[in-house]
């Protein structure tokens, strides 16, 4: 269903690791598709700063919550250059006034 939309929307920005790069691959082409995705060594610092962290998991929880992630992150970036999928790796270098030019040459808007 959500598939369907996909294929027939416009460009698409797809940010963090909650969609799966081939689920978007199937329906878009790199053309129309871009992932904004951190890298590890930038998400991990700031995983283990956040106050839900902190007030909410044990040590072992967060560990785990970040290992999840990490792999999450890992294979994000495998697939996306697997399957041709245009990356910008988010690491704090870039000001989202860059990513937002980079997008819309991307796009070509």
């Avoid at 991990?44 to 044990?58: G, K, W």
Wanted: glycine share 8%; hydrophobic share 45%.
């Amino acid at each position: 269903m959500i598939g369907a939309e996909l294929a027939t929307a416009g460009p698409m920005v797809a940010e963090g690791v909650d969609l799966l790069p081939d689920s978007i691959a199937s329906v878009a082409a790199s053309a129309r598709a871009v992932w904004l995705l951190p890298t590890r060594s930038f998400w991990e610092p700031r995983h283990f700063s956040r106050e839900y962290v902190e007030a909410e998991y044990t040590a072992d929880a967060a560990e785990r919550g970040w290992a999840y992630y990490a792999a999450m992150i890992d294979h994000h970036h495998e697939r996306c250059t697997v399957l041709g999928q245009y990356v910008i790796g988010v690491d704090g270098s870039v000001t989202a006034e860059q990513i937002a030019t980079t997008l819309t040459t991307h796009f070509g808007l």
